[in-house]
């Protein structure tokens, strides 16, 4: 650590070395003052809110034979606070619970409390220069309103202060403690859920509570944070991206109310619209970015803060603001997406987060009223001319090919099922969760599946248990055909995801954008072969061999070849098989944060039935030592050099020391062989496509190799969600 941080020092010539110290020693300054400030004075904005934008003005249409019991089911939860987030099932959240814990890690429930209408219950909590301000915003709260512990990781049962400043919040630092469950339920990306509940009860769904019980709770909700964490106070404005996310929640979810003519009294109007102020201002005050790197935070940052200067009115600050994010969301979308349209992440679930961002982004851009693009077009901050004719901002030529490559992205790589292969991390982050896709099972079935469930006690076995799927993303292709209505896109997504167009539509008011295909604009992922196949035909000595067989002789019947050669994901299928193979870079220009050591690794379906999975991921920052096993070699399907790792996975949680230099020597129709050099030495990995099955030959001159083969570890969408880790480990070593 220390030789790689000497190792940058001398790397960067002295001029700039002398300017990026000086800017830390005013940026750390900058801080002390402010927390200063912050312990004297009031940090709530002292101006009242305004009255706030919205994007759009109509619902979108019912089928009248919709089922919606799934989501009658999961607002059941959340008017009860019970929430499901990061595998902990679903748990109500309250001042006081008492937490199973986690991998034998749990800490003490603290005493519960009384919350009294007056906001007593704050003072000891809240900063003494917040609490009467606290105070009178939850005086506003429903007296019947039992509060949610936002501060609390239930999982384990660690508790972060309220009246901690944000820059103080340590986390990671506790083993069991993961900072990312109380950061998952402050973006609240239920909220606009609870909004749908309320369309439908209004519309006269009797199955439904009353439509003004799904109002009650998203005001409660919303006043009881805000009286809770005063801006710059607790764990929940430590991280911009969260406070980013929890914004366009909160806007999305308001907007989808009044749309359908729900009203709110004006002081949760002016508080609100001045917490979505002061979102914004703490956004820009924490971007996360840096020279050296930027990744899907500074993503959402920009995203959130567009959101934001779209609703608040138009003045100079918000003007510039949203020049600044119109801005920056163009150099981030050619950053962070290659030209095919994969993403930078080298993650399969970080695509689908980062290309939603893009979508609802671009949407909301197009759809500006005229008086934010007047504003947008005379900033002096804002470097896109508009279009001459029509009163629309003209993006980039290459941008639209690339949006409409996402979608493509996601449409290729999916499995007959539906759902993505599993390469490098997944959080089963999102932007929004407007209408995700979730299994229904029942309590027993779930604790069954899955390992973190066993001691699962909220609910009884015979109860309905509505599992998230977060590897369906068909949802994004609906998302992005919202802008470009093709045929293919909308009969992958299905009817199911219909709605996410219609969003999309609705906040770019109905614009639609010319598709590449009707310019003739073919993506080349449908058309790559790389190599001879006179490559697999050389005599490979001392290799270890695994065959996979099918039953009759057709299994090359259609086979077609999809390759993304950027993101190092290269795919055979036919009407019987799926076989994906990882070999590429490492991703976010070499830094790795959520990629694995899994190069060379494959995922295999044949004939519906996977044979090789990826195991997923587990934890974070709250259990490194699994966070690594999950990341490492060990358990993926690649050829394993004993003892060692082809990437360093001791320089921190996000970051993979070393590069790879992963290639392919052949991929075509008789198959894939490819090396990498993490080993130092070369590895190599040839597969055979047959008939009647698939072969895999590993070898690696002048070393032992083996492979292992994990048993199939069924896991949630979200981390931390693992059947069956015993089977994982009892081949590690084998």
């Given at each position: 650590?220390?030789?790689?941080?000497?190792?940058?020092?001398?790397?960067?010539?002295?001029?700039?070395?002398?300017?990026?110290?000086?800017?830390?020693?005013?940026?750390?300054?900058?801080?002390?003052?402010?927390?200063?400030?912050?312990?004297?004075?009031?940090?709530?904005?002292?101006?009242?809110?305004?009255?706030?934008?919205?994007?759009?003005?109509?619902?979108?249409?019912?089928?009248?034979?919709?089922?919606w019991s799934?989501?009658?089911?999961?607002?059941?939860?959340y008017?009860?606070?019970?929430?499901?987030?990061?595998?902990?099932?679903?748990?109500?959240?309250?001042?006081?619970?008492?937490?199973?814990?986690?991998?034998?890690?749990?800490?003490?429930?603290?005493?519960?409390?009384?919350?009294?209408?007056?906001?007593?219950?704050?003072?000891?909590?809240?900063?003494?220069?917040?609490?009467?301000?606290?105070?009178?915003?939850?005086?506003?709260?429903?007296?019947?309103?039992?509060?949610?512990?936002?501060h609390?990781?239930?999982?384990?049962?660690?508790?972060?202060?309220?009246?901690?400043?944000?820059?103080?919040?340590?986390?990671?630092?506790?083993?069991?403690?993961?900072?990312?469950?109380p950061?998952?339920?402050?973006?609240?990306?239920?909220?606009?859920?609870?909004?749908?509940?309320?369309?439908?009860?209004?519309?006269?769904?009797?199955?439904?509570?009353?439509?003004?019980?799904?109002?009650?709770?998203?005001?409660?909700?919303?006043?009881?944070?805000?009286?809770?964490?005063?801006?710059?106070?607790?764990v929940?404005?430590?991280?911009?991206?969260?406070v980013?996310?929890?914004?366009?929640?909160?806007?999305?979810?308001?907007?989808?109310?009044?749309?359908?003519?729900?009203?709110?009294?004006?002081?949760?109007?002016?508080?609100?619209?001045?917490?979505?102020?002061?979102?914004?201002?703490?956004?820009?005050?924490?971007?996360?970015?840096?020279?050296?790197?930027?990744?899907?935070?500074?993503?959402?940052?920009?995203?959130?803060?567009?959101?934001?200067?779209?609703?608040?009115?138009?003045?100079?600050?918000?003007?510039?603001?949203?020049?600044?994010?119109?801005?920056?969301?163009?150099?981030?979308?050619?950053?962070?997406?290659?030209?095919?349209?994969?993403?930078?992440?080298?993650?399969?679930?970080?695509?689908?987060?980062?290309?939603?961002?893009?979508?609802?982004?671009?949407?909301?851009?197009?759809?500006?009223?005229?008086?934010?693009?007047?504003?947008?077009?005379?900033?002096?901050?804002?470097?896109?001319?508009?279009?001459?004719?029509?009163?629309?901002?003209?993006?980039?030529?290459?941008?639209?090919?690339?949006?409409?490559?996402?979608?493509?992205?996601?449409?290729?790589?999916?499995?007959?099922d539906?759902?993505?292969?599993?390469?490098?991390?997944?959080?089963?982050?999102?932007?929004?969760?407007?209408?995700?896709?979730?299994?229904?099972?029942?309590?027993?079935?779930?604790?069954?599946c899955?390992?973190?469930?066993?001691?699962?006690?909220?609910?009884?076995?015979?109860?309905?248990?509505?599992?998230?799927?977060?590897?369906?993303?068909?949802?994004?292709?609906?998302?992005?055909?919202?802008?470009?209505?093709?045929?293919?896109?909308?009969?992958?997504?299905g009817v199911?995801?219909?709605?996410?167009?219609?969003i999309?539509?609705?906040?770019?008011?109905?614009?639609?954008?010319?598709?590449?295909?009707?310019?003739?604009?073919?993506?080349?992922?449908?058309?790559?072969?790389?190599?001879?196949?006179?490559?697999?035909?050389?005599?490979?000595?001392?290799?270890?061999?695994?065959?996979?067989?099918?039953?009759?002789?057709?299994?090359?019947?259609?086979?077609?070849?999809?390759?993304?050669?950027?993101?190092?994901?290269?795919?055979?299928?036919?009407?019987?098989?799926?076989?994906?193979?990882r070999?590429?870079?490492?991703?976010?220009?070499?830094?790795?944060?959520?990629?694995?050591?899994?190069?060379?690794?494959?995922?295999?379906?044949?004939?519906g039935?996977?044979?090789?999975?990826?195991?997923?991921?587990?934890?974070?920052?709250?259990?490194?030592?699994?966070?690594?096993?999950?990341?490492?070699?060990?358990?993926?399907?690649?050829?394993?050099?004993?003892?060692?790792?082809?990437?360093?996975?001791?320089?921190?949680?996000?970051?993979?020391?070393?590069?790879?230099?992963?290639?392919?020597?052949?991929?075509?129709?008789?198959?894939?062989?490819?090396?990498?050099?993490?080993?130092?030495?070369?590895?190599?990995?040839?597969?055979?496509?047959?008939?009647?099955?698939?072969?895999?030959?590993?070898?690696?001159?002048?070393?032992?190799?083996?492979?292992?083969?994990?048993?199939?570890?069924?896991?949630?969408?979200?981390?931390?969600?693992?059947?069956?880790e015993?089977?994982?480990?009892?081949?590690?070593?084998?």
């Amino acid at each position: 650590m220390i030789q790689r941080f000497f190792q940058r020092l001398t790397s960067v010539p002295p001029h700039q070395l002398i300017k990026r110290i000086l800017q830390k020693f005013w940026a750390k300054l900058k801080i002390y003052r402010r927390r200063i400030l912050d312990r004297r004075q009031v940090s709530f904005t002292i101006e009242t809110g305004l009255p706030l934008n919205r994007p759009f003005h109509h619902f979108p249409s019912y089928v009248p034979d919709d089922d919606w019991s799934w989501l009658r089911g999961v607002t059941s939860h959340y008017l009860s606070h019970r929430f499901d987030l990061l595998g902990s099932g679903w748990v109500r959240v309250f001042h006081g619970m008492n937490s199973r814990g986690v991998a034998g890690c749990h800490f003490e429930p603290e005493p519960a409390i009384t919350a009294d209408k007056p906001g007593r219950w704050l003072r000891g909590r809240i900063n003494p220069a917040n609490l009467a301000e606290a105070q009178r915003i939850w005086n506003l709260i429903d007296a019947e309103y039992c509060p949610i512990d936002w501060h609390l990781d239930f999982k384990s049962g660690f508790r972060w202060r309220e009246d901690t400043w944000y820059k103080d919040i340590q986390f990671g630092h506790l083993p069991g403690v993961d900072v990312k469950v109380p950061w998952e339920l402050a973006r609240m990306q239920h909220l606009p859920q609870l909004a749908w509940a309320y369309a439908l009860a209004k519309q006269g769904n009797q199955s439904f509570c009353s439509p003004e019980h799904y109002q009650a709770e998203f005001r409660n909700q919303v006043l009881d944070f805000i009286a809770t964490n005063p801006p710059r106070w607790g764990v929940n404005w430590s991280c911009a991206m969260d406070v980013a996310i929890r914004a366009v929640n909160w806007l999305m979810a308001y907007n989808l109310l009044k749309t359908c003519g729900a009203q709110f009294d004006r002081q949760f109007e002016s508080i609100f619209s001045r917490s979505i102020y002061e979102h914004g201002k703490h956004i820009v005050d924490n971007l996360e970015s840096s020279l050296r790197f930027r990744g899907n935070h500074y993503l959402s940052d920009i995203v959130g803060l567009l959101f934001i200067s779209t609703a608040l009115p138009c003045d100079r600050q918000t003007n510039h603001w949203l020049a600044f994010s119109v801005q920056e969301l163009i150099k981030e979308v050619q950053l962070q997406f290659h030209e095919d349209g994969s993403n930078f992440e080298a993650s399969t679930s970080y695509h689908r987060l980062s290309a939603e961002l893009v979508v609802y982004a671009t949407a909301l851009v197009l759809g500006l009223s005229e008086k934010k693009k007047q504003a947008l077009r005379s900033s002096k901050y804002y470097f896109v001319e508009p279009e001459s004719k029509q009163a629309l901002i003209k993006f980039p030529a290459w941008y639209f090919l690339r949006l409409e490559r996402m979608a493509e992205f996601t449409m290729h790589i999916a499995k007959s099922d539906g759902h993505i292969p599993q390469f490098g991390d997944n959080d089963n982050g999102r932007l929004l969760k407007l209408l995700p896709v979730y299994q229904k099972m029942f309590v027993s079935q779930a604790k069954a599946c899955y390992l973190n469930l066993t001691e699962y006690a909220e609910l009884s076995d015979d109860e309905i248990y509505w599992m998230e799927d977060g590897l369906d993303h068909r949802h994004l292709v609906a998302a992005i055909n919202g802008l470009f209505a093709r045929a293919d896109f909308e009969a992958f997504a299905g009817v199911s995801s219909a709605r996410e167009s219609q969003i999309v539509s609705m906040l770019s008011q109905n614009l639609k954008i010319i598709s590449s295909q009707c310019a003739g604009k073919k993506n080349a992922a449908c058309q790559i072969q790389i190599g001879s196949s006179s490559a697999l035909n050389q005599n490979k000595k001392d290799f270890i061999e695994t065959r996979f067989t099918a039953c009759g002789a057709d299994l090359r019947h259609g086979l077609e070849l999809i390759a993304y050669p950027n993101f190092g994901f290269y795919l055979f299928r036919s009407t019987r098989l799926y076989l994906a193979v990882r070999c590429g870079s490492v991703g976010q220009n070499g830094n790795g944060g959520h990629a694995h050591n899994d190069q060379l690794a494959i995922e295999l379906v044949i004939d519906g039935k996977p044979l090789v999975t990826d195991p997923g991921t587990y934890h974070y920052t709250a259990l490194p030592v699994q966070r690594n096993l999950y990341r490492s070699a060990r358990v993926h399907f690649v050829p394993h050099i004993q003892n060692k790792e082809p990437g360093d996975l001791t320089l921190g949680e996000f970051v993979i020391g070393g590069d790879p230099r992963a290639a392919v020597i052949y991929f075509g129709l008789q198959g894939f062989l490819g090396r990498h050099e993490g080993y130092r030495n070369p590895v190599y990995r040839q597969i055979l496509i047959e008939d009647d099955g698939v072969v895999v030959k590993d070898f690696a001159p002048g070393e032992k190799i083996s492979q292992t083969i994990c048993e199939k570890v069924p896991c949630s969408p979200a981390y931390g969600v693992i059947q069956n880790e015993a089977a994982v480990l009892r081949n590690l070593y084998q």
